[in-house]
């Protein structure tokens, strides 16, 4: 299956990129980690939602309807689907502490692109996850002279122990072993896309043509 990183499609060069991994790819299904800003999408599209988006048409998709516009885009926020054989899971939004504890009723305007932490308890409960999408990282995985993980990420590496967590966000290829998980940080989808088979859980990089 097709996995993209952060895609950041309403500037039209990026959008013309993600088309371009779809094609290139020719995969039925994709996984996306977040900042995707377009949903009428070529294929079937599993993806959570990241700091930029279309925070409209976001808690459209979570209140489970389909908007104008929208094709293929199948967003999870603290929730798991079936692909491919695969139970995925994704926790959908940034962290931050300011607003972790709050109810979501209470996120307005451009805060609700965050996390809170019933969406982090109702991703902790899910079973049998084999592939975790995020768009925070958690800790361990990169640094800028700190850490930027984010400490609930940790936690949900522990409850849900999957087998690969995909994350987005700092558009930049990294991985490693945390908490007996492989963590990948995605490039953008304008230097990278990645296919993954579904059946070991391999995933190859691949550069996106122009």
Known sequence: MLVLGDVHASDPDRWGALLAAYRAADEAVALQVGDLERYDLPRPTWFVAGNNEDLDVIDALRAGETPPGVRNARLLAGTAAEVCGLRVAGLSGNYAPTKYDLPRSELVEDRRRHFTREDVERVAA?????????????????????????????????????????????????????????????????????????????????????
């Not at 936690?155 to 007996?180: F, K, M, N, Q, S």
């Open 126 to 210: 899910l079973e049998d996850v084999d592939v975790l999408l995020t768009h925070e990282a958690p800790r361990g995985l990169l640094s800028y002279g700190y850490d930027p993980g984010c400490e609930h990420v940790d936690r949900l590496l522990e409850a849900t122990a999957p087998d690969l967590c995909l994350v987005g966000h700092h558009h930049r290829h990294r991985e490693a072993e945390i908490r007996g998980a492989r963590v990948v940080s995605l490039a953008p989808v304008w230097e990278r896309y990645y296919v993954l088979d579904p059946d070991d859980l391999t995933l190859e990089a691949r550069e996106t043509p122009a």
